[in-house]
Nanobody, 127 residues
């Protein structure tokens, strides 16, 4: 089994930056793709970013150019650097991990691909 735990959420003002971390433990040597999703109040969970097993980085259109996903060399920790935050970024952010090795990156945009999930960390952006 794999456990993932997010940290780094908080309350910031519009235009500020924040970095989220996701620490994976357990069968971490085989974690090949780590992703971030978010869910705002009353809305469905949506894809934010992913770092795939091939080394590709994927982003939703809403965060492209403002958010950066990275991963440590041991592949056990993922980071989501969020710059120029907007009130629309307010949500609970979830880290996810998967052992699946799809060649098509499109699979990693959907939450159904990921087997392991953290409990989430709240990010609130005030205007």
């Amino acid at each position: 089994q794999v456990q993932v735990v997010e940290s780094g959420g908080g309350l910031v003002q519009a235009g500020d930056s924040l970095t989220l971390s996701c620490a994976a433990s357990g069968r971490t040597a085989r974690i090949l793709t780590m992703g971030w999703f978010r869910q705002a109040s009353g809305k469905e969970r949506e894809f934010v970013a992913a770092f795939t097993w091939t080394g590709n980085t994927l982003y939703s259109d809403s965060v492209k150019g403002r958010f950066t996903i990275s991963r440590d060399s041991a592949k056990t920790t993922s980071y989501l650097q969020m710059n120029n935050l907007e009130p629309g970024d307010t949500a609970t952010y979830y880290c996810a991990a998967t052992l699946k090795t799809y060649k098509e990156s499109a699979y990693y945009f959907t939450s159904r691909t990921y087997e392991y999930w953290g409990r989430g960390t709240q990010v609130t952006v005030s205007s």
